[in-house]
């Protein structure tokens, strides 16, 4: 019986010393630099951060002037899955979108907005559902919206102006 308790005892000192031995040889230690970092052309480039969307001027409204809300219709039969357009109000996956434009954002009692959406506090303007409809995810970071987004502008703007004609 001590054969094997020895034998046992060797190999988990053998096993504990080459962890030692790892610790000692392998491992490098974690050396703390001294000294400043020179950080250079800090005033030639501004910083952007990566959350921050970047939004491009559009001439808004003048594209609004040529848009077609029929076409906006054929847009928005990609929505209809989630959302309801009808002046019933009815909560699907996600809001109604009956009288969005004009809307508080996150206001809808009955439906559960994450809560990027509900700390959004804006109003949806044309202007605002522009640039959301373009890339929802990177437009407010962290909506529970799974959708892709438009590309298009004119996609956009046609969709944009079918949602203005539900009131």
């Known amino acids: ?29 974690n050396k703390i630099k001294k000294g400043f970092k020179i950080i250079t052309n800090t005033f030639e480039e501004p910083i952007v951060e990566k959350d921050q969307p970047q939004i491009e001027e559009v001439d808004l409204e003048s594209l609004m002037k040529i848009a ?15 959302h309801d357009f ?17 809307r508080e954002s996150a206001i809808i009692s009955d439906f559960s907005y994450s809560d990027a959406l509900t700390s959004f506090n804006k109003i949806w303007t044309k202007k605002e559902l522009f640039h959301f409809l373009e890339e929802p ?7 529970k919206m799974i959708y892709k987004g438009i590309k298009k502008v004119n996609d956009r703007v046609n969709l944009i102006s079918y949602l203005e004609s539900l009131k």
């Open 137 to 143: 995810k990177r437009y407010i970071v962290g909506t």
């Open 68 to 82: 077609d809300s029929r076409e906006g219709i054929k847009i928005a039969k990609q929505c209809l899955a989630c």
């Open 86 to 102: 009808s002046r019933n109000l009815k909560i699907k996956v996600g809001p109604p979108l009956w009288g969005v434009i004009g």
């Open 1 to 29: 019986m001590n054969k094997y308790f020895l034998s046992l005892m060797s190999i988990l000192i053998l096993f504990q010393s080459f962890k030692v031995w790892d610790e000692i040889f392998y491992h490098e230690n």
